[in-house]
């Protein structure tokens, strides 16, 4: 039975997630769906998450794609292109990071600081003032509390969100450590195959190659300004097996679904590759 996009999130009961509860992408999926009806399954890394949405030991997968301060997580597009998974819902979540350690414990003695490199990298500045602090990359923010919790670790200290400090039992020694504190990462759900399109579909994230020749991505951008696309993101990735050649990744969104397909019977005339990587109506 083909599913109509409002109902499609409703009848998914295996949601993938990279991290474990308390972690942010646990917090996507307590806000997308509703955990009544819906089981989470974790993964220690996006490699492996992806490999179980293949598989279909899960339905539908998260993954954050890009942040206000980091920029886009390069390896993450390619997976999705790589597997050929499709797009089918964004969510915004406003990241908070907090340095959180046992009970009792103050920040002057902290010896080392353990979290996901992209936490990491967005609370850098912070650690200036704290040249003696170690900083040590971990796979997950909330799995890092967890251990501290569960081996009594003294000395170190986790950088995740609050839930992971409420769920392990934490102090958080210092709130909101960003260096930009409207820090917002976008995640997208992901599933093994495309949804039926929607009238209510505003929004598409397309893949293209093109020639060598001049002005030739000048020519798709005019192609999409006059079905009336309205370009809100483009990153270039090199294509491996090509060097100097590289593919275009974009976002586009559109008043209704007839400009899009429009737009996509030209593109895939034009580019000498060309592939849609999501159709779906983007978040408010």
Known sequence: MVLIYQDFFFEMKKIGIQGIKGSFHDQVAQSVFDMASHQIVEYMSFDSLTKGLI??????AIMAIENSIAGSILPNYALLDRNN???IKEHFLQI???LMALPGQSLTAIREVHSHPMALLQCAQFFDAYPEIRLV???????VAQKIQTEKLSGIAAIAGKGAAEIY???VLAPQIQTIKNNVTRFVIVSKKPVPLAPEFNKAALKFTLDHQRGSLATVLNVMSDCQLNLTKIQSLPVIETPGKYAFFVDVTFEN??????AKSILEIMAQQFKVLGVYQKEN
Not at 55 to 60: A, G, K, P, S, Y
Not at 137 to 143: F, G, R
């Open 96 to 98: 908070n990071h907090h």
């Open 85 to 87: 998974l499709s797009i």
């Open 257 to 262: 679904i007839e400009q899009y397909k429009k």
């Open 55 to 60: 598989r279909e030991d899960i339905d539908l």
């Open 169 to 171: 039992q934490l102090d």
């Open 137 to 143: 990359e971990a796979e997950d923010t909330a799995l």
